[in-house]
């Protein structure tokens, strides 16, 4: 890696600019951050420097979860996040979920990751919603195989401000 002296007419104002965004969105750990959390995803070390195309769809889906977890944010969007994660990935990644500071919201049918992770769930039903805190394993629902539905579940610090 080069350094720059940011002061040196050479460096142009994008350069510096550049610079300044990749400082800003913590890009220069990025390498470490990563190195860091690939193994819990089932990654080797040698694997962070292969090519992309070398991955089956699963590994990208799972490199696409890396890339999301690595971004700072206060909020997490996430959907069906265990669908292609083996067990040791899944308990890797509840664990990372409950040091998360921000909200997480997730749409899973995964009822064990949603007891893991989630404290306020809300489901969606003919076009009515209700809340339920606490999370998935007590809920009196019973979805049918024909009856459209959708479990959204919240995991928050506050929950109070997130859905009231």
Request: hydrophobic fraction near 35%; glycine fraction near 6%; charge should be neutral.
């Amino acid at each position: 890696m080069q350094n720059y002296d940011l002061q040196k007419p050479r460096c142009t104002l994008q350069r510096r600019e550049a610079h300044a965004k990749l400082a800003d969105i913590d890009g220069y750990s990025a390498k470490s951050r990563a190195e860091k959390m690939i193994p819990g995803l089932g990654f080797t070390p040698d694997q962070l420097n292969a090519p992309l195309s070398s991955f089956s769809g699963g590994w990208r889906m799972r490199l696409n979860l890396v890339r999301a977890l690595m971004s700072p944010s206060d909020l997490l969007l996430l959907d069906e996040p265990t669908n292609h994660l083996d067990l040791d990935a899944i308990v890797w990644f509840e664990e990372w979920i409950r040091q998360y500071q921000g909200t997480l919201t997730v749409i899973a049918d995964d009822r064990d990751f949603l007891d893991g992770t989630c404290n306020v769930i809300l489901h969606l039903t003919d076009f009515r919603c209700k809340r339920y805190n606490g999370n998935y394993g007590p809920l009196p629902i019973c979805p049918s195989q024909t009856q459209k539905r959708v479990i959204i579940a919240i995991r928050a610090p506050t929950c109070r401000s997130v859905v009231d």
